[in-house]
């Protein structure tokens, strides 16, 4: 059985830093992406960040970019997302999400994926 469980949200205050991870278990990390995606109250999840694990690229949206990185631990199937420069904005609920592929590309999009975690809060004060 697929599994995705994320871990490591919070409460944080303005121009702080999280880390979240991503423990993934029922797959190998072999030939997926891992994305991370974000929903605030009364918004439409979107897309924050993959990585492929063809050949490690990644992808940030605008939003956040410059200020999240994400990174894999392939031998420990964990996906971390470190987060720097927290704004407000940022606040919402953080998943993780995986499906198969061999072909590196952005893949921020939501029916893109086919495994999803449960989520964790992030709440950035100001």
């Known amino acids: 059985e697929v599994q995705l469980v994320e871990s490591g949200g919070g409460l944080v205050q303005a121009v702080g830093s999280l880390r979240l991870s991503c423990a993934a278990s029922?797959?190998?990390?072999?030939?997926?992406?891992i994305g991370w995606f974000r929903q605030a109250p009364g918004k439409k999840r979107e897309g924050v960040s993959c990585?492929?694990?063809?050949?490690?690229?990644?992808y940030y949206s605008d939003s956040v970019k410059g200020r999240f990185t994400i990174s894999s631990d392939n031998a420990g199937n964990t996906v971390y997302l470190r987060m720097n420069s927290l704004k407000p904005e940022d606040t919402g609920v953080y998943y993780c999400a995986a499906f198969y592929t061999t072909v590196v590309n952005t893949y921020l999009e939501e029916y893109e994926y086919d495994f999803w975690g449960q989520g964790t809060q992030v709440t950035v004060s100001s």
């Open positions: 990585i492929s694990s063809v050949d490690g690229s990644t």
């Open positions: 029922g797959f190998s990390f072999d030939d997926h992406v």
